[in-house]
């Protein structure tokens, strides 16, 4: 079998993670002095609870606090590809962001690739980003975690890591980058 993602595609699991306030790693407080949720990378001001395998992740992002509008984490993709992944559109698992004032933006989830052949173009993403809270520079949530496993790698899939194509970043206001193991 063969999955082809097409430029403008969307594989999604963007904040269906944990709800807010649950998960190993929820985030605490709100409003402006929130901490933000971790998954693979810790959230801000957070200094554990990072949580997930690295090897074959399937944890859910966890979710923000529970004041002023919270956000879920990002979910669980699980692809398994006997041929060829194409990816010229995007998979991701982000966290959510929140319509809060000041509360945090959810933890990014997870994504498992297994494929025989990897192939790929620059308007191709795969992501488990953390993400901000909305108007708020504290209470970032931390990264998620991707593993891809393949025989044969056409997208130069080195190359999609160093240009953030392929990202597992916390949110920029202090949430952790998560992992990304090849």
Same mark, same amino acid.
């Given at each position: ?34 901490? /933000? ?45 006997? %041929?060829?992944?194409?990816? %010229? ?39 488990? %980003?953390?993400? %901000? ?7 970032? /949530? ?41």
């Amino acid at each position: 079998t063969n999955l082809t993602v097409d430029a403008g595609g969307i594989i999604t699991a963007n904040g269906l993670g944990y709800t807010e306030g649950h998960g190993p790693g929820a985030g605490t407080g709100g409003y402006c002095w929130a901490q /933000g949720p971790s998954h693979g990378g810790l959230g801000d001001e957070k200094t554990n609870d990072a949580h997930g395998n690295i090897y074959e992740p399937t944890d859910l992002g966890s979710g923000s606090g529970t004041q002023y509008w919270g956000t879920s984490g990002g979910g669980a993709v699980k692809l398994d590809i006997a %041929n060829t992944l194409t990816v %010229n559109g995007t998979i991701s698992s982000d966290g959510g962001t929140t319509a809060g004032g000041c509360n945090t933006g959810g933890a990014g989830g997870s994504i498992w690739i297994d494929t025989d052949t990897l192939n790929g173009s620059d308007t191709g993403i795969i992501s488990t %980003n953390g993400k %901000n809270g909305n108007s708020n520079n504290q209470g970032a /949530g931390g990264g998620g975690r991707i593993a891809i496993y393949y025989n044969t790698d056409n997208w130069n899939l080195s190359n999609q890591i160093l240009a953030s194509r392929v990202s597992s970043q916390g949110g920029s206001s202090g949430g952790g980058a998560g992992t990304i193991y090849i």
